[in-house]
């Protein structure tokens, strides 16, 4: 392959080569090998995906509004990525388990988090937002990429008792810089796991451009770990629910491995802490504003007249009352007793921490006492 | 009882709790057909099958973070890293993945991953193959740090470390690997000591030497050695390195009054560093002396010529007993 014909994977050149259902302005294009995996989506579906992607927008600005007023000591903003979360987490079954990066809001949403939980970890309340058994979601990685290789282990319980699920995990771009995401894709197709890999390829690892990361697009490099994998359009909400059910049949009928590259934008910073003014250009943002992925389910619901405004201000209610229980879950937390942060530390009696406990208990009751 | 190798315990109890839950899983590179390379897993890939004795690829944090995800589904992988040295690359998986779920999670996802780890110098090998790492997971908290210094406790304790709901690194000397011992393998777990339980392997009055791993049996010579000249060491096996049993460490030196903590490992920062500060603590007012360490020096680990002048040996044991129990020495002179 000559220079010239080398894709680069942050250029608007190769989003051209992701595969897509919805035009940017929502008219439905053909996909001969996409269409057959959401061929049973109808208009009910279809709104009730434009209404996850409307309430996740929703938590995820309160979210941004409770750290600005204190409330939270971080938050990692999603907007501009809800296709790829909402359409690839809606595919799954609920017997899949999930092992997410900390942006995943969307995903978790999908998998029923409550209202405190997106805001738990964030307020510096405890570890993990939710119990991971119960939503089969494990607690949000902050290390970046180490969670890849926990979904190809489970995988490997999975093959080893012949069991229907699949693990999933989520990472981003930057992420596959990362020795771990690489062995995990290694061991991954050396024991043909049946697990899929979600790259958000969101452009941007806090300031550092998806080319500093890869010379090539994100999803050839799958292949050549022995994974089959697709480069999809990641604000078509339908091409990425379409590409998820792609991968999880393929990992369910016992092929191994899938890996998934979702082509999105981070429209805002990549935490609280970021200032994006300082590295990205404006014009890029306004051209990704262009291709909004609610926007464009929205237009191609219009255009078909499966959308009334009343539609719209329904999910909205919905949005808004979502933001108002998140609100006033995260308000409402109680911080837990001094002495809990011995806890669990261990999952058996460790005379160590028992003595730190005793010790630190004594000097919390004479502060009371004086 | 029977006399086999401190190897071929360790092979006993790896069979033994295999075949007592088949949650037990092995991974490692070179586990399999080959046995691993000091053989220690050797017969268990026929005996258990490739599900459940899985070679791996060669990538450490892959072996370790792949067993976080089994652990999930409630396995209990027991990883066999090939080299002290090469433990590195899994050092982000063990310490921010292994050491913290049950923590991060409140108890609701727990790590029962034993890591087992050829480990330390004595045996003339290549650059890397001869690292004492202990003191970076014994500061990591939600690890437990093991180590044995004879067949039975290696066959009694590794069973434990597989059986506890708390990941432990267990350190097996590898310098012991061929050194036979007395085994009962018809012991049962519930009748032996917990795994955390220093032992005090003999009794002596005149001052206590703390110790474990191979280091041991060296401190027991030196043990011997000054019993000729008319002293009376009590030696202690930690066995446990976190947590420490400093019950048995506080009541020893309360008889003798005077301590000396030998490792091979570095001496900065090391675990002979924090076993003195906490007996400082402890029981102050019954030192005689202040406590010594013997230690590797603080230097990378030297090439095999030159490793017998890193490592305690002996006299530098003696050395030190010397110093705390104010006798002519090293420092003082003959004459003195």
Known sequence: MSPQTTPIADSTQDLELSERILAPDGTRQKNPDLDPFVADVDAEQLRALLRDMIILRRIDAEGVALQRQGQLGLWAPCQGQEAAQIGTARALDPIDFVFPSYRETGVIYARGAQPGDFVRVW???????????????????????????????????????????????????????????????????????????????????????????????????????????????????????????????????????????????????????????????????????????????????????????????????????????????????????????????????????????????????????? | M????????????????????????????????????????????????????????????????????????????VVEIQFDGFVYPAFDQIVSQVAKLHFRTQGRVKMP?????????????????????????????????????????????????????????FFEPKRLYHHKGEVDLSASLADAPPMGVARVLREGSDATIITYGAMVSTALDAASAAEDDGLSLEVIDLRSISPVDYDTVAASVRRTGRVVVAHEASREAGVAAEVIASITERCFEYLESPPLRVTGHDIPYPPAKLEKFHLPDLDRILDAVDRVLDRPNSLTGAES
């Open chain 2, 113 to 169: 991953i034993t890591i087992r780890i050829p480990w330390a110098g004595g045996i003339g090998a290549a650059e890397h193959h001869s690292e004492s790492p202990e003191a970076y997971f014994v500061h990591t908290a939600g690890l437990r740090v093991i180590t044995v210094s004879n067949p039975q406790d290696a066959y009694r304790c590794l069973q434990q470390a597989i059986a506890s709901d708390d990941p432990v690194i």
């Open chain 2, 2 to 77: 029977t006399e086999i190798t401190l190897g071929k315990a360790l092979n006993a109890g790896l069979r033994k709790a295999m075949s007592d839950d088949e949650k037990v899983v092995l991974m490692g590179e070179d586990i399999g057909k080959l046995g691993g390379v000091f053989r220690i897993t050797d017969g268990l890939l026929g005996e258990f099958g490739a599900a459940r004795v899985i070679d791996t690829p060669l990538a450490e944090s892959g072996i370790v973070g792949t067993a976080v995800g089994l652990a999930y589904r409630g396995y209990r992988p």
């Open chain 1, 123 to 370: 307020r510096g309340e405890e570890g993990a937002p939710f119990d991971p058994a119960e939503m089969r979601v494990a607690p949000l990685q902050i290390i970046i990429g180490a969670q890849t290789l926990h979904a190809v282990g489970y995988a490997m319980g999975i093959k080893h008792e012949k069991a229907p699920e699949v693990a999933v995990t989520y990472f981003g771009d930057g992420a596959t810089s990362q020795g771990d995401v690489n062995e995990a894709m290694v061991f991954a197709a050396s024991y043909q796991a049946p697990v899929v890999f979600v790259c958000q390829n969101n452009h941007w690892a806090i300031s550092e451009p998806v080319a500093v990361q890869s010379q090539y697009p994100i999803a050839g490099r799958a292949p050549g770990f022995g994974i089959p994998s697709l480069r999809v359009d990641g604000n078509d909400v339908l091409a990425c629910m379409a590409a998820m059910r792609w991968a999880l049949a393929h990992a369910r009928a016992g092929k191994g491995p899938a890996f998934i590259e979702a082509v999105t934008y981070r429209m805002g910073p990549h935490t609280t802490s970021d200032d994006p003014t300082r590295y990205r250009d404006p014009a890029e943002l306004e051209a990704w504003r262009t291709r909004d992925p609610i926007a464009r389910l929205e237009a191609h619901l219009r255009a078909s007249g499966e959308l009334s405004d009343a539609h719209v201000a329904a999910a909205q209610a919905d949005a808004d009352t979502m933001a108002r229980e998140m609100r006033a879950a995260c308000l409402g937390m109680v911080t837990r007793d001094p002495l809990a942060v011995f806890d669990n530390v261990y999952a058996e009696p460790h005379c160590g921490i028992d003595r730190q406990r005793d010790e630190y208990a004594a000097y919390v009751s004479s502060l009371e006492e004086a």
